[in-house]
């Protein structure tokens, strides 16, 4: 009989260990290593050991800077807030009639949701259940919401619902377009994307949400 061959174990693939830095660039790098790990195993997929070490640090490293897992989280939740903002503001900056910086506002952020689908889904179950998350969540919220109503024309009069009408509609259906309902649902995305261009206009413009002036006709 021919012997068989002992297959050799692959080796385990080591995370370079990074050079000792300042703590401010080793908090930076644990959030940014720890969004990756929470796009691709969600929020229950992972635990503190392994995001320490996915960073290229001991553990210990991480319960210097994070007292566990789900202050984490928020602060990823927290870094992705403020870049997608920044996003905003440099399309904002960049003269162009406001359908054409609607448009690119949109693009944005439908390819963000996109790109970050698998910690959004983990960011809405953990604020449907953890209540610490919750608050943070409604802090964040209350920070969007400010942000939002500063743009466009207009600006000083628009009121809070019309922006938190705008903020919640383009969130949720960037969402089902990233998760893939519209297509479950059989539609279209390009006019889906062309109604929510025309919201965003709108809120760049200052026009109210509310429609055509004057009482509507309805059939009894």
């Not at 942000?147 to 922006?163: P, T």
């Amino acid at each position: 009989m021919v012997p068989q061959q002992r297959s050799t174990p692959r080796p385990r693939r080591l995370v370079a260990r990074p050079r000792r830095g300042t703590p401010a660039a080793t908090h930076a790098r644990l959030v940014a290593t720890a969004a990756r790990v929470f796009n691709r195993d969600g929020y229950h997929g992972t635990d503190s050991n392994r995001l320490a070490r996915a960073a290229g640090y001991a553990p210990a490293t991480f319960y210097k800077h994070f007292p566990d897992k789900r202050t984490l989280f928020l602060a990823v939740y927290e870094a992705w807030v403020t870049a997608e903002w920044a996003a905003v503001d440099r399309m904002l900056r960049v003269e162009a009639p406001a359908p054409t910086r609607a448009r690119r506002i949109v693009t944005m952020v439908v390819a963000l949701h996109r790109r970050w689908r698998g910690l959004r889904a983990s960011l809405r179950a953990l604020v449907a259940t953890d209540a610490t998350a919750r608050a943070f969540y409604r802090t964040q919220r209350r920070r969007q919401l400010d942000l939002m109503a500063r743009l466009g024309a207009g600006a000083r009069e628009r009121n809070r619902e019309d922006a938190a009408v705008l903020l919640y509609t383009l969130e949720r259906v960037a969402d089902a377009i990233a998760d893939g309902e519209l297509q479950d649902l059989r539609l279209s995305l390009a006019p889906t994307l062309t109604r929510l261009q025309a919201l965003v206009s709108r809120h760049l413009d200052g026009s109210p949400f509310h429609g055509r002036s004057g009482p509507s006709r309805t059939s009894h």
